[in-house]
């Protein structure tokens, strides 16, 4: 007698089971990389705008993890993590001059006939608004990825190929 009471225990639990399982996979953050793929180089370009520096021979270098691409109404919000670098060639290779790293943001953009348009962006507080932030614009497995690590690369490793120089150039750090 004592099994027949436990089948409607075990039942539930794994009804409980599922509906978690299932919730957890809907909840995850998809990348289209279709969309990634074709909004990168506008939310590229707007970062080193952005950031931009007004001496010649001066560039930004950006390099971005997207975490997410959610659709929104006929938009798409783009949840990444950006590292930028000031960057300027000198005598035989380059040096960087500063930058930021691991900065989460959202970027909204709208298609349009010649591609993805930025129409703006969120970037994550500082400091004690760090973590609410993040947990603000990304879903919820999108934040904990990012609160988690996530990373892009290094600026430095796609530097030289900014200035057209070859692979395997020296990138220091400068003052």
Same mark, same amino acid.
């Given at each position: ?93 380059? =040096?960087?001059?500063? @930058?930021?790293?691991?900065? $989460?943001? %959202? ?6 006939? /010649?591609?993805? #348009? *930025?129409?703006?962006?969120? =970037?994550?507080?500082? @400091?004690?608004?760090?973590? $609410?932030? %993040? ?6 497995? /999108?934040?904990? #990825? *990012? ?12 530097? $030289?190929?900014?200035?057209?120089l070859p692979d395997g150039t020296p990138v220091r750090t400068g003052r």
């Amino acid at each position: 007698m004592g099994n027949v009471k436990r089948w409607p225990v075990l039942a539930g639990v794994g009804v409980v089971v599922a509906a978690a399982g299932w919730w957890i996979v809907d909840e995850m953050p998809s990348v289209d990389d279709a969309v990634a793929r074709e909004a990168l180089p506008p939310i590229d370009e707007n970062l080193r705008a952005l950031a931009g520096s007004r001496e010649a021979g001066i560039r930004w270098v950006c390099t971005q993890k997207v975490i997410e691409t959610r659709p929104d109404g006929d938009l798409v919000k783009i949840g990444l993590v950006a590292s930028c670098d000031e960057v300027a060639k000198e005598a035989d290779g380059l =040096v960087t001059r500063g @930058g930021f790293r691991r900065q $989460p943001m %959202v970027y909204r953009v709208e298609r349009t006939p /010649g591609g993805y #348009r *930025v129409l703006d962006r969120k =970037v994550a507080k500082d @400091g004690a608004g760090y973590s $609410p932030s %993040v947990k603000e614009m990304f879903s919820w497995v /999108g934040a904990r #990825r *990012v609160l988690g690590g996530a990373s892009p690369d290094d600026p430095r490793n796609v530097s $030289p190929a900014a200035f057209g120089l070859p692979d395997g150039t020296p990138v220091r750090t400068g003052r």
